[in-house]
């Protein structure tokens, strides 16, 4: 007896009617949120090639199965041409198909909260504006992600990369690094990143920043709170959009004077150093209201600081 045929778009509507879910042709935006979805069908990228949204977010494992994770999405999605934003979080994910490089339309890539140990190449998906990949297992930043020309935000926050990678994406306005493991030093290149304004490496192996890093005219906001770093550059005293600075919990022993010249600084987070006295260059710091210089050596602040909400 002949195999009967299954067609893509009969397969796809099997699979709808298993989770219950309603077929709409020409759909352009579905959403598929935590319904306990065990798997996509092979052709899910070709029944659904007019799509611009599609979240994914909590699904594909069965949270009460513990070893029934999916590893990795259909080729087909690669079809998806117009896809503009794809949410895949929490889903245990394992491994991105290389297909997804053809979406060329991609602003937002969301993949947090899975197993991802790497990412294919993406040089491709040149409208990407913003990507979203913490709480994975990666150890490299891809380096395709380095030539991405409208990229503005990176979180990979909660992954065990261990070297700051070389990006030269001026566009960034965003970089979220904390908790994993920086051991190297960070690049020179950094200074290219002229419209970076918040930059976050806390809790990371760094031991030294570059002097370009004050080149960052439109940083807003530094946190660098318990790294390894003992000296900060001189240079820093150039980034005149500062308002916050946090280096809480590293082995510094002195500051520079430089620091006095930071016009807009509002916030300072020294605690947990080795500091014996603060320059008095810091009087200078007309907007600053807070301060936080708890467990150090200090004995006294500059005059203008010691009327200020400053701890100790």
């Known amino acids: ?9 009969e397969s796809i509507k099997e699979w709808l009617d298993e989770y219950r879910i309603k077929y709409k042709e020409g759909v352009e935006k579905l959403t598929l949120i935590e319904l306990n979805l065990e798997y996509l069908p092979v052709h899910f990228g070709h029944c659904y090639s007019n799509l611009t949204y599609l979240d ?11 070893f029934n994770d999916i590893e990795e999405l259909p080729d087909s999605f690669g079809e998806i041409v117009t896809l503009k934003e794809l949410y895949l979080d929490g889903i245990r994910l394992r491994r991105l198909p290389e297909t997804i490089n053809n979406l060329t339309s991609l602003e937002i890539l969301s993949c947090s909260q899975n197993k991802l140990r ?28 380095c030539g991405l020309s409208c990229l503005k935000e ?14 030269r994406n001026d566009s960034l306005v965003v970089i979220q690094f904390n908790n994993n493991d920086i051991e190297t030093d960070i690049p020179d290149s ?3 990143l002229s419209n ?17 890093l004050g080149d960052l005219s439109s940083l807003s906001f530094l946190y660098l709170n318990y790294n390894n770093i003992s000296v900060l550059p001189s240079s820093m005293g150039q980034l005149s959009s500062l308002k916050i600075l946090c280096v809480t919990g590293n082995k510094l022993q002195e500051l520079p004077s430089s620091l006095g010249n930071l016009s807009s600084l509002e916030t ?23 301060g936080y210089f ?19």
């Not at 990407?128 to 992600?145: D, G, T």
């Open 118 to 145: 790497e990412l294919p190449n993406i040089e491709n998906l040149n409208s990407l504006k913003k990507i979203f990949m913490e709480e994975n297992r990666l150890k490299v930043f891809p380096p395709s992600i």
């Open 56 to 66: 994914l977010a909590n699904n594909l494992c069965g949270y009460e199965q513990e």
């Open 268 to 290: 300072i987070m020294f605690g947990d150093n080795q500091l014996k006295d603060i320059p008095e260059s810091f009087s200078k710091l007309s907007n600053l209201t807070k």
């Open 1 to 9: 007896m002949a195999k009967s045929f299954v067609s893509k778009e």
């Open 190 to 192: 950094i200074g290219l």
């Open 154 to 167: 990176l979180y990979f926050q909660d992954n065990n990369i261990r070297e700051f990678p070389e990006l």
């Open 294 to 312: 708890v467990n150090n050596d200090l004995k006294s602040l500059p005059e203008r600081l010691s009327n200020l909400k400053i701890e100790i």
């Open 196 to 212: 970076l304004e918040k930059l976050y490496l806390n809790s990371n192996n760094i031991n030294n920043l570059p002097d370009s």
